[in-house]
Nanobody
Framework: QVQLVESGGGLVQAGGSLRLSCVVSGSIFSINAMGWYRRAPGKQRELVATITVGGSTNYADSVKGRFTISRENTKKAVYLQMNSLKPEDTAVYYC???????????????WGQGTQVTVAS
């Protein structure tokens, strides 16, 4: 069993910053790509940022220059530093990871439960 647990969401004023964290736990052999997605009210879930094992990153155009994704492989964690937040960043943010299980060596994709980020204008 593999679990992803996010933390760090909350309410912030426009222009402010938040740092999201996600820790992966369970029967893990290895973790490949990790990422953050978000779902705003009335919209579909969208990619925010991804990061490979080697540290290569990819960002949605809407967050480039404001958000930074990073990971600590030894802690099985991924982070999202969000600066210069805008009201349109308001959404539930989900952690995502490709995890190879230690019990069956099968690569599966997992999601966290989500953490709410609200940016007040």
């Amino acid at each position: 069993q593999v679990q992803l647990v996010e933390s760090g969401g909350g309410l912030v004023q426009a222009g402010g910053s938040l740092r999201l964290s996600c820790v992966v736990s369970g029967s893990i052999f290895s973790i490949n790509a990790m990422g953050w997605y978000r779902r705003a009210p009335g919209k579909q879930r969208e990619l925010v940022a991804t990061i490979t094992v080697g540290g290569s990153t990819n960002y949605a155009d809407s967050v480039k220059g404001r958000f930074t994704i990073s990971r600590e492989n030894t802690k099985k964690a991924v982070y999202l530093q969000m600066n210069s937040l805008k009201p349109e960043d308001t959404a539930v943010y989900y952690c995502n990871a490709d995890v190879r299980g230690s019990l069956d060596n099968i690569l599966r994709n997992y999601w966290g439960q989500g953490t709410q980020v609200t940016v007040a204008s």
